[in-house]
T-cell receptor, first 114, second 114 residues
């Protein structure tokens, strides 16, 4: 069966510091990968998605970037964090299961920028 | 314009009773998918059920069923025999054909009372 991992689970970072969040998927190959952000009490907003190694599409221009160095690894980064980057970051994958369009989410990373 | 509308910020239901969570959507694409996710306080987004725009029958998954009314552009989630563990946020989401993006509603907070 497929599993998706995210780390760290929680993170507190000062403004202006760099960021690296990692997501890995097990049990499938060539998944589509996604990064979402959820502000407090809101729905999810798609930030980036990737359909293959090195292929990144950005949905919202902002202070963040994404990379996919390996088939099942997706990384969210920032060179300098802003207060507005605080939120709950969720990684997801699709491409398997009964319906290949269904996105399955990881446990998330709660980021607080102070 | 909002693509996914969930008009119920909060809902209450007695244990063992059924509850309906409302979702309306807006799209001009004839091909689309509708999803429901559950988000408990831990934060993880748990996939519940999927309905494709061309599916003739309403989707069902255990105690979850989707009341799909295409002409009215509604995709309400019905939870039968509510359990205390059903207390969570519930999000409706849509993916239009050819798009990798899941668009989420603002969610409904369901509380199951003993």
């Amino acid at each position: 069966s497929q599993t998706i991992h995210q780390w760290p689970a929680t993170l507190v970072q000062p403004v202006g510091s760099p960021l690296s969040l990692e997501c890995t998927v097990e049990g499938t190959s060539n998944p589509n990968l996604y990064w979402y952000r959820q502000a407090a009490g809101r729905g999810l907003q798609l930030l980036f998605y990737s359909v293959g190694i090195g292929q990144i599409s950005s949905e919202v221009p902002q202070n963040l970037s994404a990379s996919r160095p390996q088939d099942r690894q997706f990384i969210l980064s920032s060179k300098k964090l802003l207060l507005s980057d605080s939120g709950f970051y969720l990684c997801a994958w699709s491409g398997g299961g009964v319906n290949p369009d269904t996105q399955y989410f990881g446990p998330g990373t709660r980021l607080t920028v102070l | 314009a909002q693509k996914i509308t969930q008009t119920q910020p909060g809902m209450f239901v007695q244990e063992k009773e059924a509850v309906t969570l409302d979702c309306t959507y807006d799209t001009s694409d004839p091909s689309y998918g509708l999803f429901w996710y559950k988000q408990p306080s831990s934060g993880e987004m748990i996939f519940l059920i999927y309905q494709g725009s061309y599916d003739q029958q309403n989707a069902t998954e255990g105690r979850y069923s989707l009341n799909f009314q295409k002409a009215r552009k509604s995709a309400n989630l019905v939870i039968s025999a509510s359990q205390l563990g059903d207390s969570a946020m519930y999000f409706c989401a849509m993916r239009e054909g050819g798009s990798e993006k899941l668009v989420f509603g603002k969610g409904t907070k369901l509380t199951v009372n003993p």
